[in-house]
């Protein structure tokens, strides 16, 4: 019995040793690159998150532009955001150059999002 108990302690100070070590490094902050942080500060200012949203935080009423760089490219958001159809901000060059990477940063980190749609079944009854 005591060996049993030795064992169970010994086995429960490696787990907890290993949770903990795990857990600083994923919860370790991490540096945002400058120009991100260029992007992130022009996406709050201009009120993009008024509409849009990002990982499902902000706005619903217009489309959600977290996977948004990787599925139109970087040249496909430089012309519609210098030259965009009516009812839409326009943005300098400068402003698009600062967006792009925080867009970019956005779908490279997003994990999957959003979540696949799936259709649930009628009960039988």
Do not use: I
């Not at 008024?50 to 012309?79: E, I, K, M, N």
């Not at 970019?104 to 799936?118: D, K, M, N």
Request: hydrophobic share 40%; charged share 10%; with cysteine.
């Amino acid at each position: 019995m005591v060996g049993t108990r030795r064992f169970f302690a010994a086995c429960l100070l490696v787990s907890t040793t290993l949770m903990v070590a795990v857990g600083v490094s994923v919860l370790a902050p991490r540096a945002v690159p400058p120009v991100v942080a260029a992007g992130s500060h022009l996406w709050h200012e201009r009120g993009c998150a008024g509409c849009h949203f990002l990982l499902g935080q902000g706005g619903l009423t217009a489309p959600d532009l977290t996977q948004v760089y990787s599925q139109r490219g970087p040249d496909t958001l430089r012309a519609f955001l210098t030259s965009p159809p009516n009812n839409h901000p326009t943005l300098s060059a400068h402003d698009v150059d600062n967006l792009l990477p925080f867009l970019r940063w956005f779908s490279e980190q997003s994990l999957g999002w959003p979540p696949a749609p799936f259709a649930l079944e009628k009960p039988t009854q």
